[in-house]
């Protein structure tokens, strides 16, 4: 029977874009499941981004507790398996209630514990995200968490100008002045002065993006129209592939910053009356808050409460010029454009030996240095990711993992190849070697390995691929936002019909080997 499982989520744009986390995970722990997502209507659009989703219930946007209840218990036909409620209030408690499932879990919202905080003012030095509370779920449900950002599809629905546009200008910033409060808005024209420094230092094409606050899309109008495009109201998909396009997001305290951190552009956010480690800052890897200290933060804990203080001091202190500062370190080293491949070693590069300890053994499979050749001369970066848990299960001391991966890199590099990089990472949960018997953070499908390799090399995850022969390779890939391509060397062809028969691993392409693999991304990736 498949697993059927139900998120509950009703609102609002950033909660459901942090949510994404948890699903993706959910469908890595198991496969074959189908996850519904409960939503408000006004949200569907932005829960069809969320890759691993498969059926999206929704409620009207202003639903009444009866037809809330009628919905509830036509939902309980569907005989869910397991209920995740996300969203912990009285209503999404009520459809809990109705549903009969054998796992109900609620994520810890903490409330109190963050209101008392905020009253307080005593705010904790590290506070879980409301990610990783989300996460939290899945402990009670015995499954492993891997993701622990944001990640939507971006579909590359960007239209002629846009692309005119983005060719035109070395670097674009998205400036989205808006917010759920009018409270959480930094002043408009600050923003522009920031914008107009960007445009003349920089050349950047700069791009306003808002939904719809009515205040400030007036205010938007005054902004004089040169170099930059604006946008009000654009639907949430073409949103989200236009800012995966951009260089930079610059924004308030609100969903359109996670937005971006889900397609991994960096974000600048400003935090005025909230307070970032109450759970919500970005979680991107290149992300950054600006706030200030004042006495009076937190004001509240969502920012909606009207400033009593002669001006709000929390914005007011932050100058255009920390803005620009900001912007212009990450456009000028964390601008992350170059693509790369990561590559698993074993079965998919070299033969499987089965925890090779001796570099004699080293055999290379047919075509596969060829291949790293040319993928390296179409101007990819090779790094090669391999889980190396034998150093954990005591088969060899780490040393011997250095060693074998020192010849492998000059034997590559005597015909012709130069890797970029070469991670591995020698933990297991389950060693018997008490160093590194640890559940960590690097154990494909976890994604560290990779994000070292971004942050060194600058590479945009999402122009690159993750080549490997088993599931872990292709889960690593929708971990970070890469396409997946299996090979069926090695173990490959042992996990064909499972990729072939679930829907969660539509995007992954299945190759003969790392020489189709590249000839695949030669034919369809070239720009
Ligand atoms: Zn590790």
Excluded at 277 to 293: I, M, Y
């Amino acid at each position: 029977m498949i697993n059927k499982a139900l998120i509950i989520r009703f609102s609002s744009l950033g909660d459901i874009i942090l949510t994404s986390s948890l699903a993706l995970n959910y469908k890595i722990n198991h496969p074959d499941s189908k996850i519904y997502f409960l939503t408000k209507e006004k949200f569907k659009k932005t829960v069809s981004l969320i890759d691993a989703v498969d059926e999206i219930v929704t409620i009207p946007d202003d639903c009444s507790f009866v037809n809330l209840c009628k919905i509830g218990m036509e939902l309980d036909k569907i005989n869910f398996n397991t209920v995740i409620d996300l969203h912990g209030n009285f209503r999404s408690l009520t459809i809990r209630k109705i549903l009969t499932a054998d796992h109900k879990v609620v994520y810890p919202k903490r409330r109190y514990e963050r209101i008392t905080a905020v009253k307080k003012k005593i705010i904790p030095e590290s506070y879980p995200h409301t990610i990783d509370l989300y996460n939290q779920t899945l402990i009670d449900l015995e499954m492993n968490s891997y993701s622990k950002r944001p990640n939507l599809v971006s579909t590359n629905n960007i239209s002629d100008t846009e692309k005119s546009f983005l060719s035109k200008h070395p670097h674009t910033v998205l400036f989205a002045p808006g917010a759920s409060y009018a409270t959480k808005q930094y002043d408009i024209q600050k923003f522009a002065q920031a914008a107009e420094t960007l445009q003349r230092e920089y050349n950047a094409g700069i791009i306003w993006a808002v939904t719809n606050e009515s205040e400030i899309v007036s205010e938007l109008s005054q902004i004089p129209e040169s170099s930059l495009m604006k946008y009000v109201n654009l639907p949430i998909t073409e949103l989200t592939s236009l800012i995966a396009k951009t260089d930079l997001v610059i924004a308030n305290d609100s969903g359109i910053g996670h937005l971006a951190s889900s397609v991994n552009t960096p974000v600048v956010s400003l935090f005025g009356p909230t307070h970032p480690v109450l759970g919500f800052s970005p979680k991107g890897q290149f992300d950054q808050v600006l706030d200030v200290k004042e006495y009076c933060r937190p004001c509240s804990l969502h920012g909606g409460k009207a400033c009593f203080r002669e001006e709000q001091f929390c914005f007011t202190k932050i100058s255009p010029e920390q803005i620009v500062n900001l912007a212009s370190y990450k456009l000028e080293h964390q601008n992350c454009r170059n693509k790369a491949v990561f590559v698993d070693r074993d079965g998919t590069i070299i033969v499987d030996k089965h925890f090779l300890s001796d570099p004699n053994e080293i055999e290379f499979i047919e075509g596969s240095v060829d291949a790293l050749k040319r993928l390296s001369e179409s101007g990819y970066k090779i790094v090669v990711v391999s889980n190396q848990s034998g150093v954990a299960r005591g088969k060899f001391p780490i040393e011997t993992v250095e060693k074998v991966n020192q010849e492998f890199s000059e034997k590559l590099s005597a015909r012709g190849v130069d890797l970029d990089a070469i991670y591995y990472c020698p933990h297991h949960p389950h060693g018997s070697v008490n160093q590194y018997t640890i559940k960590c953070g690097c154990r494909k499908p976890s994604p560290l390995m990779v994000e070292d390799a971004i942050e060194q090399l600058l590479i945009n995850p999402i122009e690159s691929f993750v080549i490997g022969d088993k599931l872990d390779d292709i889960n690593l890939g929708k971990v970070v936002g890469a396409k997946p391509i299996l090979v069926r060397t090695g173990y490959g062809r042992g996990f064909q019909e499972k990729i072939d028969s679930s829907r969660f691993y539509h995007d992954v392409k299945i190759v003969d080997n790392l020489a189709a693999a590249a000839e695949f991304i030669g034919d369809h990736h070239l720009d």
